[in-house]
């Protein structure tokens, strides 16, 4: 029966090894520390997050700036006056937006109320503010709002 004082460790007794005793010995020469540099030399410790002298990254990095909300919501704007401009048979609706080149595929629009529109026109967007709402109503037109 086996008991725990006649136990034997299943560590070894191996030696340690010797550094710096010539290149039969593995550990020659620079003792596997590589080729010059701080951590090559003796009493060398350099602090944690130590960049070897430039600039740290706790430096880098902007503070106090503010932040970004990840719930904001990117609009691409276009206004009331450009409306007729960029119509097709007296509608204005995102895909054609996207062929012309002015609005990217997955891209949100909205639509201010910056100057004036006479024609009645329908308009397709993410977002209308009350300005541009009155203005294309006030002249016949209809707005959907896309989702």
């Known amino acids: ?36 540099g701080q951590k090559s ?3 060398s410790t350099a602090r944690i997050r130590f960049e070897g002298g430039q600039n740290p990254l706790i430096a880098r990095i902007p503070k106090l700036k503010g932040f970004k909300n990840i719930n904001s919501i990117d609009y691409n704007i276009l206004n009331v006056e450009d409306l007729v401009s960029y119509a097709i048979d007296g509608k204005v609706t995102k895909e054609d937006l996207v062929k012309k080149g002015i609005l990217h595929k ?14 009645k026109i329908e308009v397709e967007a993410d977002a209308v503010s009350k300005s541009a ?9 209809k707005i959907v709002i896309s989702n």
Not at 15 to 31: F, M
Not at 106 to 119: R, V
Request: proline letters at 0%; aromatic letters at 0%; a positive charge.
């Open 106 to 119: 997955n891209n949100k629009l909205k639509i201010l109320g910056d100057g004036e529109i006479k024609e």
């Open 41 to 43: 030399r003796s009493g």
């Open 1 to 36: 029966m086996i008991k725990l004082h006649s136990l034997k460790s299943i560590k070894t007794n191996k030696a340690k090894r010797r550094l710096g005793r010539g290149h039969g010995s593995s550990k020659g020469q620079t003792s596997g520390r590589g080729n010059k």
């Open 133 to 141: 709402q009155e203005k294309i109503e006030k002249a016949g037109g």
